[in-house]
């Protein structure tokens, strides 16, 4: 039988209704939405903008509301898992009680290469906005060989190890800093995209919509999945189950306000950049947005405003979501699936400082010599897998765990969580058959590095199904 983890004894361990494993409950509302956003808008609007425009044209609005769709049933489950099993592992944690070890320890595995890439990539495209940023106010920039790696013609990427370097600072020093620093961050981003859209809808003209999509349902579809990069990261709101004031209440709503927020700002900002000077001058360009507004103000001030919000924002984004990563590492970790080292929580800082530097040293390489492009796709169907396998959750546990307290129930049961299904694998389906076969390859690496070590070493090993039961016998040996 497959050894399944009951939400009960999930809770229990981290101490989920209570201070959380060593760590301290300083996470409003307020500050999970920030964090949301902060984990949310960066790179894939600042600079994934002009793939998705590449694909699409203008009915790259089209893209980011199919994407929007596609994550709005996943976060409708993830909300409701969340306020149900406010734990640090997330997606992690939620296969863990719904489907089992095997599958939680997949899906974990599956969260490395979506948090790493996303860590890495974000970086990558901080590094692009540094450079123009720099331009706009001293008119130099970096010189190409110390600002992209060697895939990219230069020989190291240093911006893009600086911010990692910078986000596993402030980590380290304790999540009520580290919140501050996001909420701030979330701030300047929204102001700037807002200015972006005045600026840009001041200009705006219908003949830049025509064609609406000029390489038809094939070209919206092909954006879509370029666009599913730009919400990657709502569900790092999750992994702040154990250090938020009330989860159980406040997680499912941060979610689904991020998500409406974000879909709304989206689709503005490509209206607006698109309106303004035409989808063929956005698509395929870097740093797009300050090119935009260079364009319409014929100054090169609005565009390095622009650029000033970017790297703010990118920098919110490898900030939140290297959180989100140390926190689902803890609870792998904590679990006996991974080495002990991620679990260690400091008691001066009530923070996984050792995880987080690992974090940060092993995410700085691909950053700093990778050319990351081959591999997006792979991230975009991991991601996609883990969105499917949260829906299969809800469904899973509703049946085993019909009494559990859930303070937020996905409407429209069962018929949403299986529309997430169905909107994942058809995402999943147009990444092509190249990505299928490395999903395969890294999918078999890991299920051998489970068998290898995380089966034995699991806290799990000798029982097959923890049950409420059970758990308050673990409890009462405690």
């Not at 489950?77 to 406010?86: H, K, N, V």
């Not at 970086?123 to 540094?130: E, F, L, N, P, T």
């Not at 990692?164 to 980590?171: G, N, R, W």
């Not at 409406?260 to 503005?268: I, K, N, Q, S």
């Amino acid at each position: 039988m497959p050894r399944i983890k009951s939400p009960h004894l999930l809770v229990a361990e981290s101490g989920a209704d209570r201070e959380g494993h060593g760590l301290r409950r300083t996470m409003g509302l307020f500050q999970l939405i920030c964090f949301g956003i902060g984990a949310i808008v960066g790179t894939g609007i600042f600079v994934g903008l002009s793939d998705s425009v590449a694909q699409a044209g203008p009915a790259v609005v089209v893209s980011f509301v199919l994407a929007a769709v596609t994550c709005v049933f996943t976060a409708l489950s993830f909300a409701e898992l969340g306020g149900a099993i406010p734990v640090s592992g997330s997606s992690y944690s939620f296969a863990y009680a719904g489907l089992g070890e095997s599958t939680a320890f997949l899906v974990g595995w599956c969260l490395l290469l979506e948090y790493g890439i996303s860590i890495s990539a974000v970086a990558v495209g901080w590094s692009q906005y540094v450079n123009e940023l720099l331009h706009s106010l001293t008119g130099v920039q970096l010189p190409h060989a110390l600002s992209a790696g060697p895939g990219d013609g230069g020989l190291v990427n240093l911006p893009a190890v600086v911010v990692i370097a910078m986000a596993a600072v402030l980590l380290v020093r304790g999540v009520r800093e580290s919140a501050r620093a996001t909420a701030a961050m979330a701030a300047v981003k929204l102001v700037v995209l807002l200015a972006f859209c005045a600026i840009g809808f001041s200009a705006f003209k219908d003949g830049n919509l025509v064609p609406f999509s000029p390489a038809g349902l094939g070209g919206i579809g092909a954006g879509t999945t370029a666009a599913f990069f730009s919400y990657i990261g709502f569900d790092a709101i999750t992994t702040a189950g154990e250090e938020a004031k009330n989860p159980r209440r406040d997680i499912p709503v941060a979610i689904l306000v991020c998500m409406g927020v974000v879909t709304l700002l989206y689709c503005a900002v490509a209206l607006a950049a698109i309106g303004a000077i035409g989808g063929g001058q956005v698509a395929g360009r870097p740093a797009a947005l300050s090119y935009v507004v260079n364009q319409v103000t014929g100054s090169t001030v609005g565009g390095g405003v622009v650029a000033f919000g970017a790297v703010v924002a990118i920098a919110s984004v490898v900030l939140a979501v290297m959180y989100g990563q140390t926190r689902i590492l803890m609870s792998m970790s904590r679990d006996g699936l991974i080495p002990r080292v991620f679990e260690k929580v400091s008691p001066k800082t009530a923070t996984p400082v050792a995880g987080t530097l690992i974090v940060a040293a092993v995410f700085a390489l691909p950053a700093a010599f990778a050319s990351l492009d081959a591999v997006m796709n792979l991230c975009t169907i991991g991601t996609l897998a883990i969105m499917a396998v949260v829906n299969i959750a809800v469904i899973a546990l509703r049946r085993r765990e019909p009494a559990l307290a859930r303070t937020f129930r996905v409407p429209l049961y069962p018929v949403a969580p299986l529309l997430g299904v169905g909107f994942c694998l058809y995402l999943m389906y147009e990444t092509g058959w190249t990505t299928w076969i490395q999903f395969a390859v890294f999918l078999a690496v890991g299920l051998l590095v489970y068998v290898g070590y995380g089966r034995r070493n699991s806290m799990l090993a000798g029982s097959a199904v923890v049950t409420p039961d059970a758990t308050d016998a673990v409890l009462q040996e405690a």
